[in-house]
């Protein structure tokens, strides 16, 4: 029997099939009932959308059902020139049950691709132009940074674009579509060849830093989606170009003159590591020219690549993903190393260069999954020569959170604001590769200022948020200022600037005292009086069948949830509806309303680890100096609102009519505050 995790099929039936053997439970089901001769398809995955493709020999009687699609291929040939194989594609989304065909089936094939659902809460780090209209956005590189490159899709005119979200990467996107019928290239989209197909397609976009480009016109029943990510300066060097410095690749462990040469360090000195490929002979080594440095190469392996360690790497299985693999390996100066023996065709690169005299600078993250000719290399390294900056502290110790990758992908290098107090309670953060500044307040009582001062003409831009004023001490100056919450990761400023000051300040976060939940109900708190709600609150208790009005909430926004709470009890059926998803430690709001705006005030304990999402944002109790997340539910809007430790809190919801489409208002609701 299938073992179903996340809810349950609509759908009757006698046989069901996994679609993704080797995937976690199967993913997707095939549910057929064999005496109404009908297929459907389960998703039971609440994250993930996946296109279904179908090939029916021309011996099979069927129709399409629902949503689904048909398209009939012509296959005939010699005696029989009429024959046509039927191709139904269908799109299912997370834990949906889609009626699929009906009829006798006498031969098929299968075809399955995946993506990701839309995000609400995406941060774009980069962008220094006017993005087009969109409804949806959707990440191409989930599982890296904030996402990177960005499918934008206008719903209203049908168009699809792409936004590169980088500063030094050449994005390109390859999708194919089953029916040409569907889809029309706009801008600089190329047609690319397909291997099979009558009526398939296949476009192809380049994008390049920081830019938006148009795509397509039309909505394709189904698609299949490929990126790559190429470095804009990235290219391999002839052996006989590379100038070493401090001695040579050592001939007896790598024939230098059949290798491809490409620097570690392309930014720094000569480049520093070397990293030395004879695809020939399938052989990998690294060579240290330095004399200051032991560099530590990371190389994640992946799809199954056959790859053996050199004698002084070590190699293990990857924690992260399935089917891949971790090869790490230790060059002192000026040695080289074989690395590993093998031909493999995805994978990427990272390093750490550890200075014999002091501290080295942070680990870049890794980036991106990529072929032979497109694959990711991400280094930081610091000259042998001081420079005037001050260096990374080491060691860098958190204490209550991290810093939010989404804001600041890469920590090349990370400075404490107060040396002498505990772990430096304040850090800020500077992403070499995206030339970005952050602060990181690792607190959980404290909000900080941090204050730079610099001239006027500095070749840096600051984020939103960030107040900038004139420097009335210096003719010229500014002086850009930010807050910073407990536990919140702030960007601060995009560019190197030459001069600067900084200086900072830490203000304590008075909250009121907070006891545990009541066994009774973990999402009740006992507050004193005087405090947000009254001195004891009863557990707010779920409900079993909530009575939506109008179209519930929208499962692309938050896939599952386990229980829903009314927020105006006395009004109504609710109004708004709080959306808990137990097992994520996820809240949502659903505004079940037409013509009332909700706001939503949460106060959490001061200790409790909450991470905002979607458009949350932070603010403070003006009577007690609380934090509190705040967040705008328009009318029938489903809004991500936090995740974590969300056992104990104080809610307030306020609300409001909106005026009508004709522009007289409605009659007011009385504001209404609820504490539980």
Request: glycine share 6%; aromatic share 10%; net charge negative.
């Amino acid at each position: 029997m299938p073992h179903f995790e996340n809810g349950q099929p609509t759908f009757d039936y006698d046989h069901v099939y996994r679609c993704f053997k080797r995937e976690g439970n199967g993913l997707l089901f095939r549910l057929v009932d064999s005496v109404q001769k009908k297929w459907a398809f389960y998703n039971d995955t609440s994250d993930t959308i996946i296109q279904v493709k179908a090939r029916f020999s021309p011996d099979c009687n069927i129709e399409k059902l629902n949503r689904a699609r048909a398209t009939r291929v012509p296959v005939g040939m010699g005696n029989q020139p009429d024959l046509c194989e039927v191709v139904v594609t269908l799109e299912v989304y997370p834990l949906a049950t889609e009626p699929f065909i009906k009829g006798d089936v006498n031969g098929f094939e299968l075809e399955f691709h995946t993506e990701q659902i839309p995000v609400s809460d995406v941060k774009f780090m980069n962008r220094h132009r006017i993005l087009p209209r969109y409804d949806k956005v959707y990440k191409c590189f989930k599982n890296e940074g904030n996402g990177l490159f960005f499918r934008l899709v206008d719903e209203q005119e049908g168009k699809w674009y792409y936004y590169n979200d980088t500063h030094d990467f050449r994005m390109t996107a390859t999708v194919a579509f089953p029916s040409a019928d569907e889809v029309k290239p706009l801008g600089n989209t190329e047609m690319v060849p397909v291997q099979d197909g009558v009526n398939e397609v296949a476009y192809q976009i380049t994008v390049d830093p920081g830019n938006t480009e148009v795509f397509i016109v039309g909505c394709p029943s189904s698609y299949h989606q490929a990126f790559n990510a190429d470095p804009i300066d990235e290219s391999c060097l002839d052996a006989m170009d590379v100038q070493y410095i401090n001695g040579k690749p050592d001939s007896s462990i790598i024939d230098v003159s059949h290798c491809k040469v490409f620097k570690c360090f392309k930014g720094n000195g000569n480049g520093l590591l070397f990293r030395l490929v004879d695809e020939r002979a399938g052989r990998w080594a690294f060579y240290n020219d330095t004399t200051e440095y032991v560099m530590r190469p990371t190389v994640r392996f992946f799809a199954g690549a056959a790859v053996m360690p050199g004698p002084d790497a070590q190699m293990s299985p990857d924690t992260r993903e399935r089917d891949a693999t971790v090869v790490t390996l230790e060059i002192p100066p000026c040695e080289t190393r074989l690395f590993i023996e093998g031909h493999p065709t995805k994978y990427e690169v990272s390093v750490v260069a550890d200075s014999l005299h002091r501290t080295a600078p942070e680990s870049t993250e890794p980036f991106i999954k990529g072929d032979p000719a497109s694959y990711t290399l991400k280094f930081a390294a610091e000259p042998v020569s001081a420079p005037a900056a001050p260096a990374s502290e080491n060691p860098v110790r958190y204490l209550n959170g991290s810093p939010d990758p989404a804001v600041i992908p890469h920590q090349t290098h990370v400075f404490k604001c107060f040396k002498e107090h505990s772990n430096g309670l304040l850090f800020r953060i500077v992403d070499d590769v995206n030339t970005i500044w952050a602060f990181y307040n690792d607190t959980v009582d404290y909000v900080m200022t941090a204050k730079m001062r610099c001239p006027d003409k500095s070749d840096v831009q600051f984020a939103p948020g960030v107040q900038v004023t004139a420097n009335a001490e210096s003719e010229g100056g500014v002086i850009a200022a930010v807050e910073v919450l407990p536990l919140a990761t702030v960007p601060f400023l995009v560019g190197a600037p030459a001069q600067y000051e900084l200086t900072f300040a830490a203000t304590p976060v008075t909250v009121p005292a907070l006891s545990p939940a009541t066994p009774a109900g973990p999402n009740a708190v006992q507050r004193p009086a005087g405090a947000m709600g009254p001195a004891v609150t009863p557990p707010p208790m779920p409900e079993p069948t909530p009575a939506y009005v109008h179209s519930g909430p929208d499962l692309t926004v938050m896939p599952r949830f386990d229980e829903v709470y009314r927020c105006f009890k006395e009004h109504g059926n609710g109004l708004l509806f709080r959306l808990v998803d137990k097992a994520q430690r996820r809240w949502a709001f659903y505004n079940d309303t037409p013509d009332v705006v909700a706001s939503v005030k949460v106060e959490f304990p001061p200790d409790a680890r909450i991470q905002p999402l979607g458009h949350t944002v932070l603010g403070r109790n003006p009577e007690t100096g609380a934090v509190l997340h705040e967040l705008r539910v328009n009318p029938l809007e489903t809004a991500l609102f936090v995740e974590g430790d969300v056992d104990a809190f104080t809610t307030k919801f306020v609300a409001e009519r909106v005026q009508t489409r004709w522009g007289s208002p409605l009659p007011r609701l009385r504001r209404r505050q609820l504490r539980l």
